[in-house]
T-cell receptor, first 111, second 114 residues
């Protein structure tokens, strides 16, 4: 699976959009981009995933660049409950189901 | 409610005393797996199962056993726990093992081996 690079941490003001970048320059054609988050030692929570097209759900939007070498997770209106570690993971069909977690980005939403 | 349930949530045990951490999912998922999380090392996969009676090693399988006799259950067995297995454990399940399905995680089991 392709490796990902994320900033170590970022702050966001409550009510503002949070834009979380992720680089995955070695991604291959059959690999999906996944985002999970983990709130203080709870089980990781799925947010969104995509292959090529931008995706949106009730939690977030995922913007994937045309060359697929990077992506951005957007939390449209951050709340204090969005404070968590966010993981960007690239996973292919040959990963045998494994999610390769990196260090993630610690996002702190402040009032 | 769709969920992955782990028990117990917290466990303190002594070296060498066999223990089992249970994991159950109610979503009829084929794929289940176990991860451990340690400071500075992140989440690492221990074992996984692609279906009933089909299991395989993940990245850190030493000291652990698993079984998948029923689709919904995937217990993690520590035959002779050691202090280096003190960790936060997560069970996860997904519909399939391929790259287009989301994983659901349990709430975690914090294990301390003294």
């Amino acid at each position: 699976d392709a490796k990902t690079t994320q900033p170590t941490s970022m702050d966001c003001a409550e009510g503002r959009a949070a834009n979380l970048p992720c680089n995955h320059s070695t991604i291959s054609g059959n690999e999906y981009v996944y985002w999970y988050r983990q709130i203080h030692s709870q089980g990781p929570q799925y947010i969104i995933h995509g292959l090529k097209n931008n995706e949106t759900n009730e939690m977030a939007s995922l913007i994937i660049t045309e060359d697929r070498k990077s992506s951005t997770l957007i939390l449209p209106h951050a709340t204090l409950r969005d404070t968590a570690v966010y993981y960007c993971i690239v996973r292919g069909t040959d990963s045998w189901g494994k999610l390769q977690f990196g260090a993630g980005t610690q996002v702190v939403v402040t009032p | 409610e769709a969920q992955v349930t782990q028990n117990p949530r917290y466990l303190i045990t002594v070296t060498g005393k066999k223990l089992t951490v249970t994991c159950s999912q109610n979503m009829n998922h084929e794929y289940m797996s176990w991860y451990r999380q340690d400071p500075g090392l992140g989440l690492r996969q221990i074992y996984y199962s692609m279906n009933v009676e089909v299991t395989d090693k993940g990245d850190v399988p030493e000291g652990y056993k698993v079984s998948r006799k029923e689709k919904r259950n995937f217990p993690l067995i520590l035959e002779s726990p050691s202090p280096n297995q003190t960790s936060l454990y997560f069970c996860a399940s997904s519909l399939l093992w391929t790259g287009n399905t989301e994983a659901f995680f349990g709430q975690g089991t914090r294990l301390t081996v003294v």
